[in-house]
Structure formats: C-alpha cells, structure tokens
C-alpha cells in the first residue's frame, strides 16, 4: 500500500524567515495535494501537483512536484504568524480516477513574531 | 459562497448511545467522504458516495455507517460509540469524471464520548 511521510513532523520559524516542508511517497504520485489545518479545524485546500517538475505557487508558498513524482515539497517565503498550522500532503490512491486520498502525517508550523 | 457545512461542530454522547452527524454541501459535487481524524494523526478515510453508490472501506467498523438522502446532504451514524470512537470527523466532497480534482472539506465536528 502507499505511504506518505512527511518531514519534518514539527517546526518553529522566526517571522521572517523561510521554510521548506517536505512529503514523499512510496510510490508513483499521480496526484499531490496540500492542504493547511488550524487547529480543530478543518482541512483547507491549497495547491495540487499532477505532473513531474510541477510547480505551482499562491502568495507566499510554493509548491514542487519532483521529475519521479514521488517526492513534494512546500516551501513558505518570508513567513508570518498567519502561516501557522498543520500543513498535510494528500496523494490519489491508484487508481487515480477512484477520487480517494491517503495523507501524510502533517507537519505542524509555528511561527514566532 | 458555496461550501461544506458540518453540524455540530462539537457532539458529546454518552458511551454507546447512538449518534448522527450531518454535513452539507451547496457546491453540487457528486462524491462525498467522511474521514476520522484522531489527535495528531492523519484524516483516515471511513467511506465515501459516488452518487448514490455507498463505498465502505474495508477496516471500517461496522459500528459506523452512512446516509446519503440526496446530492446535497450526507449523514455519519455511529451506532454503539466506545471511547475510542471520539476523535475529530470531517466530510469532505469532490468531484470525479474530471481528471483529478482536490477534495473540499469542511470545518469538522469533534465528538466527545462520556
């Protein structure tokens, strides 16, 4: 069956700084997603990868898709306290078209002012 | 805006007193799941509709069903709750036949079991 894991599991930034949030996959990825959790919240859809050297950014985060597909990262540019959270990747479980996700483990963000 | 609307947000039950949680969507997708997601781990996925058809997960118990009276509302019974059922449940909605799509979810109910 197919794994995400997600590094690392915890991160403290200072407001500022920049950060890189990293997902890999056992697996051929046929559909990336990320996705950001405020604690006791639901999950908000952020970006979605599909094809090798993806990327694709909104404000202040990018995301990649590597050429394999098997490895994602986020990256968050100059980040700020509204950045905090818990930041999931979310990958299509082949076959692709059944619409179901497995997700990683999440990455919680904390961001000092 | 169109969105997904879970209710309650917080449900408390009683240990082995039956409880339904309901969601609905105004954003006319035709597959909607519901996840578990427990403290600090990833959402996992119960079951899900494509239309009318109802998917069940095989390490689902059979303690948890579902409802689904129409394209807009979706319903999560849990029968019997034990006190390993609390945890934080989340429906979410999408669209298939379009290629890959991203799932829409809502805020979530988080139930408590006395």
């Known amino acids: 069956s197919q794994e995400l894991e997600q590094s690392p599991q915890s991160l403290i930034v200072q407001e500022g700084k920049n950060l890189t949030i990293n997902c890999t996959s056992s697996k051929t990825l046929y559909g990336l997603y990320w996705y950001k959790q405020k604690y006791g919240e639901g999950l908000i859809f952020l970006m979605m990868l599909q094809k090798g050297g993806e990327e694709k950014s909104h404000e202040k985060i990018t995301a990649k898709l590597d050429e394999k597909k098997q490895q994602s990262s986020l990256h968050i540019t100059a980040s700020q306290p509204s950045h905090a959270g818990i930041y999931l990747c979310g990958a299509d479980i082949p076959p692709s078209n059944t619409g179901k996700l497995i997700f990683g483990q999440g990455t919680t963000l904390q961001v000092k002012p | 805006d169109a969105m997904v609307i879970q209710n309650p947000r917080y449900q408390v039950t009683q240990f082995g007193k039956p409880v339904t949680l309901s969601c609905s969507q105004t954003l006319n997708h035709n597959v909607m799941y519901w996840y578990q997601q427990k403290s600090s781990q990833a959402p996992k996925l119960l079951f899900h509709?494509?239309?009318?058809?109802?998917?069940n997960e095989a390490d689902t118990p059979d303690n948890f069903q579902s409802r689904r009276p129409n394209t807009s509302f979706c319903f999560l019974d849990i029968r019997s709750p034990g006190l390993g059922d609390a945890a934080m449940y989340l429906c979410a909605t999408s669209t298939r036949g379009r290629g890959n799509q991203p799932q829409h979810f809502g805020d979530g109910t988080r139930l408590s079991i006395l």
């Open positions: 509709y494509y239309d009318k058809d109802f998917n």
